[in-house]
């Protein structure tokens, strides 16, 4: 990383602030981050003889959800993809919160007017 871009030397970072960006580091190094929802979404799928077409039990899908540039976008997620979406999905909100308490941190400093 070059001189400029590191302008907080690690030093004095608090053990809190170290912690936190080195998870984060971790994290958007080598991790998958997938920004979205999942939710879980009944569907009839057609078949007038199916049971879902009777009102029984309807079929079960997996989607994931998220806004992009103001539209509502969704995304069908196949069950033997489900595992690996969901890791990175609980990364992307893993280095979004570990972001947001770096922040914080920052937020104090300028509130507290120290370096
Ligand atoms: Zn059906």
Known sequence: MS????EIPRAKMSPHERDRRSQ????????GLLRGTLAVR???????NCKCARGEE????LYLVA???????QLFIPKDREP??????KQYQ???KLLEEVSLLYWDKVRRRQE
């Open 58 to 61: 309807k079929h079960v899908s």
């Open 3 to 6: 001189d400029t871009k590191r």
């Open 42 to 48: 009944e569907r009839v799928c057609g078949k007038a």
């Open 84 to 89: 690996q979406v969901r890791r990175w999905v």
């Open 67 to 73: 806004s992009y540039e103001g539209r509502v976008r």
């Open 94 to 96: 893993q280095a979004r």
């Open 24 to 31: 984060l580091t971790q994290l958007v190094h080598g991790a």
